[in-house]
């Protein structure tokens, strides 16, 4: 299943769902919902959950990251993947855009 996210203030944003639920679960929204809208006036609220949670997991990944000093090429960690500031950028953009211009966001 995918999300599709639609404003008036911008193109939609398409994620798979585990993407598109855990940004959902994030911003308080029921993920299970197959429509669901987030209000103008939601947004900011919005803003501040998904960029509190990118905080977070930054945190949490320089706490765990191992010092890279110490070393060898071999031993070192590849990328963990997409974080979620990646995954949440092209939505909290949407959610900047549709605030600024008055408009929902639905899904």
Do not use: Y
């Amino acid at each position: 299943m995918l999300f599709k996210f639609k404003s008036r203030a911008t193109a939609d944003v398409i994620m798979l769902e585990p993407n598109g639920k855990q940004l959902l679960e994030i911003i308080g929204k029921s993920p299970n919902e197959p429509h669901g809208i987030i209000t103008a006036a939601q947004i900011p609220a919005a803003i501040r959950a998904l960029e509190e949670a990118v905080a977070v997991e930054e945190a949490a990944a320089a706490a765990t990251a191992p010092d890279e000093d110490d070393q060898t090429e071999e031993e070192a960690p590849r990328g963990d993947g997409v974080r979620l500031r990646q995954r949440a950028a092209p939505f909290i953009d949407m959610l900047r855009r549709s605030v600024a211009e008055d408009c929902d966001v639905v899904w």
